[in-house]
Each structure stands twice: as structure tokens, then as C-alpha cells.
């Protein structure tokens, strides 16, 4: 079983920052880990990548959140992490840890999703 575990959501005001973090988990088998990511969903709204990060940390971002969010990894400890600066009440959203693993043994990679975690930005 794939487990995608966020931390670190919460309450913080317009101009704060918070930290996100997601840790990759599979039981019963190997795994191998290539791009993780974040994605958010506020209500009547799309989901939409907020960043993405690849094996080799290779980054991308969503032009609203470029020079305010960070987005890391550790590949000893299968965690991704979202530094998020400089907050506003439009980032106030359920944000989604994404990460494509493939089972070992296994033939295809496929894409795990987290359970979500709520930031909410006060004015």
C-alpha cells in the first residue's frame, strides 16, 4: 500500500509562511520514487499545480506562486517539501502531495496522491 503522508497545514496570516511536507510510504514491497509535486484545490475551483520537482530537483512552479514558494526534496527520506512565504488570502486552499512511484517488482510508473492538507491564509 502507497501512502502519501502531509504535515503542516494550518492557520497563518496574510504575509506568514508555513511549511509543507509529504513523506512517500509502501508497505509489502520496493519502491522507486521519480517526480513529486503539489497541487491545490480551493472550493469551486480547479485543481492546479502549485510546483512540481523532479529526481534530478528539477523545479516548476505556477506563475502565482513563483518567488514566494520553495519546493525540496530529500531523496533519503522520500519527502517532498513546499516552503510557502509571503502568504495571501488567495492561497487559502486544500493542497495535494503528488508523487509517481513504481512498485518493485513492476513495469509502469503511476501516479499516488496524498490525502490533503488545509492552509488557511487570514486578512
Known amino acids: 500500500q502507497v501512502q502519501l503522508v502531509e504535515s503542516g497545514g494550518g492557520l497563518v496570516q496574510a504575509g506568514g509562511s508555513l511549511r509543507l511536507s509529504c513523506a512517500a510510504s509502501?508497505?509489502?514491497?520496493?519502491?522507486?520514487?521519480?517526480?513529486m509535486g503539489w497541487y491545490r484545490q480551493a472550493p469551486g475551483k480547479q485543481r492546479e499545480l502549485v510546483a512540481s520537482?523532479?529526481?534530478?530537483?528539477?523545479?516548476n512552479y505556477a506563475d502565482s506562486v513563483k518567488g514566494r514558494f520553495t519546493i525540496s526534496r530529500d531523496n533519503a527520506k522520500n519527502t517532498v517539501y513546499l516552503q510557502m512565504n509571503s502568504l495571501k488570502p488567495e492561497d487559502t486552499s486544500v493542497y495535494y502531495c503528488?508523487?509517481?512511484?513504481?512498485?518493485?517488482?513492476?513495469?509502469?510508473?503511476?501516479?499516488?496522491w496524498g490525502q490533503g492538507t488545509q492552509v488557511t491564509v487570514s486578512s
Open positions: 520537482i523532479t529526481s534530478g530537483s528539477i523545479t
Open positions: 509502501v508497505s509489502g514491497s520496493s519502491f522507486s520514487l521519480s517526480g
Open positions: 503528488n508523487a509517481v512511484i513504481k512498485l518493485v517488482p513492476g513495469i509502469q510508473y503511476n501516479m499516488y
